[in-house]
């Protein structure tokens, strides 16, 4: 059965998982903006979406651009977690898998890592 929890618990959720970034790599995360949307539109069952330009493929060209954002997917994620700890997980796997996408880590390298 899915975990019922608040818009603004899941979202310190999400906060808590920012945390967990080692301070020298929050320091190089740049022009990025974290979102808590319900569902992806097009794919309901997607927990977490990088859109932008990784920093491995930024180059002169890159200046000026609008952020760069991850999107985190509340419903999907509580709906697949039985457990608020369960949750705590899944959110911190998903926010970190998403900022890797930022610094250019692509799923097959994440999956390796076990961070899929």
Known sequence: MPVSMTPQRFEELVSDALDLIPPELAAAIDNV???VEDRHPDD???LGLYEGIALTERDSMYAGALPDTITIYRESLLEICDTEANVVEEV???VIHEIAHH???DDDRLHELGWG
Do not use: C, D, S, Y
Request: proline share 8%.
């Open 33 to 35: 903006v974290v979102l």
């Open 44 to 46: 309901p069952e997607l």
């Open 92 to 94: 911190a796997i998903t």
């Open 103 to 105: 610094f250019g880590i």
